[in-house]
């Protein structure tokens, strides 16, 4: 059984950073492609990152591009999200996701596996 953890989430000031890590266990995690999501109140998920096998491939939500970056430790079975340059719309609960298999997943819906969340909260 597949399972993701995020943490890392908290309170930061706008302009501040803070790095989400995903935790994953139960699956060959090199051979996960992974993806970040967000879901702010009252809103759908949606797209922030991805992640290839290798992560030598990362894509990015034009929202975020230039401020959030994704990297993997394969050794570690773990994906981060460092954020930098945090904006009150930013605020969100921030999820993970597990898809085996290649190709590049932008929609939710193609991914297998999800974390719990954990919220991010940028105060201006």
């Known amino acids: 059984q597949v399972q993701l953890v995020e943490s890392g989430g908290g309170l930061v000031q706008a302009g501040g950073s803070l790095r989400l890590s995903c935790a994953v266990s139960?699956?060959?995690?090199?051979?996960?492609?992974m993806g970040w999501f967000r879901q702010a109140a009252g809103k759908e998920r949606e797209f922030v990152g991805f992640?290839?096998?290798?992560?030598?491939?990362?894509y990015y939500a034009d929202s975020v591009k230039g401020r959030f970056t994704i990297s993997r430790d394969n050794a570690k079975n773990t994906v981060y999200l460092q954020m930098n340059s945090l904006k009150s719309e930013d605020t969100a609960v921030y999820y993970c996701?597990?898809?085996?298999?290649?190709?590049?997943?932008?929609?939710?819906?193609?991914?297998?596996?999800w974390g719990q969340g954990t919220q991010v909260t940028v105060s201006s």
């Open positions: 992640s290839g096998w290798s992560g030598s491939s990362t």
């Open positions: 996701g597990a898809r085996s298999g290649p190709g590049v997943m932008f929609n939710r819906y193609e991914y297998d596996y």
């Open positions: 139960g699956g060959t995690f090199s051979r996960y492609a």
